[in-house]
Nanobody, 115 residues
Framework: QVQLVESGGGLVQPVGSLRLSCAAS????????MGWYRQAPGKEREVVAR???????NYADSVKGRFTISRDNAKNTVYLQMNSLKPEDTAVYYC?????????WGQGTHVTVTS
């Protein structure tokens, strides 16, 4: 059983930065994509950023130019660098890993952007 453990969330002021990390408990084979999703209160979960096995990435329009997803295969870890944070970025952020046949989710980490 693979577990994904997120960290790095917290309280930050607008225009501040946070770096989220998601570490897998063991190596995961046949990964198609790793990503970050978020769910704000009263809203549906939405994709924030994904990085594919090819190394290509895509981002939600709302975070383009502000967020950067990256991964360290040796550490089984995916990161989300979040800069120029806005109050509307407040949400629970979830790590996601998709393989050929399975999907894994982390437990979520809270990000609150407020002055």
């Amino acid at each position: 059983q693979v577990q994904l453990v997120e960290s790095g969330g917290g309280l930050v002021q607008p225009v501040g930065s946070l770096r989220l990390s998601c570490a897998a408990s063991r190596s995961i084979f046949s990964i198609n994509a790793m990503g970050w999703y978020r769910q704000a209160p009263g809203k549906e979960r939405e994709v924030v950023a994904r990085i594919f096995s090819s190394g290509s990435t895509n981002y939600a329009d709302s975070v383009k130019g502000r967020f950067t997803i990256s991964r360290d295969n040796a550490k089984n870890t995916v990161y989300l660098q979040m800069n120029s944070l806005k109050p509307e970025d407040t949400a629970v952020y979830y790590c996601n890993v998709r393989t050929v046949s399975l999907v894994y989710w982390g437990q979520g980490t809270h990000v609150t952007v407020t002055s």
